[in-house]
């Protein structure tokens, strides 16, 4: 069954992907989680029959690419929001960044580098780090505000 939907159905999600999109790398960047979701749901998507399970496909990659959007959208607003005055000399401005980073407590910083820098989701970094992931969640909120009184 697994082969079959990702035959019948990977072009075409992508395709789908690509018009709401714009983009045919982030639609099959989605395209490619749709069916990891698909994987581990498999159970459930057995007992539907195809044409259900056709739209459990599309209704997954619409809420991906909408939960995409959204921390796109958030994760632009806050990077306006925090950005450092333009300095002379690029040196200075990573000295100033780490002297910023140094602030905040060496748990907090990790989960800051490996979001915003390393560009991991707060649910990948629970599972690498065996944390829940409302709590990484949290730790980057307090890294955020404590980071933006300091800017």
């Not at 789908?16 to 979701?37: H, I, N, P, Y």
């Not at 707060?122 to 709590?135: D, F, H, N, R, Y």
Request: glycine share 6%; hydrophobic share 35%; with cysteine.
């Amino acid at each position: 069954m697994w082969e079959k939907l990702y035959g019948d159905y990977y072009e075409e999600l992508t395709a789908f992907g690509s018009r709401m999109s714009g983009c045919r790398e982030l639609a099959e960047d989605l395209a490619q989680e749709t069916f990891v979701k698909a994987l581990i749901h498999s159970d459930t998507l057995e007992e539907l029959s195809p044409g259900k399970r056709r739209a459990w496909l599309y209704r997954t990659f619409k809420n991906l690419f909408f939960d995409w959007y959204r921390r796109s959208v958030l994760e632009n607003e806050y990077v306006r929001s925090c950005q450092l005055q333009p300095l002379e000399s690029s040196g200075t401005q990573e000295v100033e960044c780490e002297l910023l980073l140094q602030s905040i407590s060496p748990q907090d910083r990790t989960l800051f580098q490996l979001r915003y820098c390393d560009g991991y989701t707060a649910k990948e970094i629970s599972e690498m780090l065996g944390l829940p992931a409302g709590t990484v969640r949290s730790r980057l909120s307090r890294c955020r505000k404590q980071l933006k009184e300091l800017l």
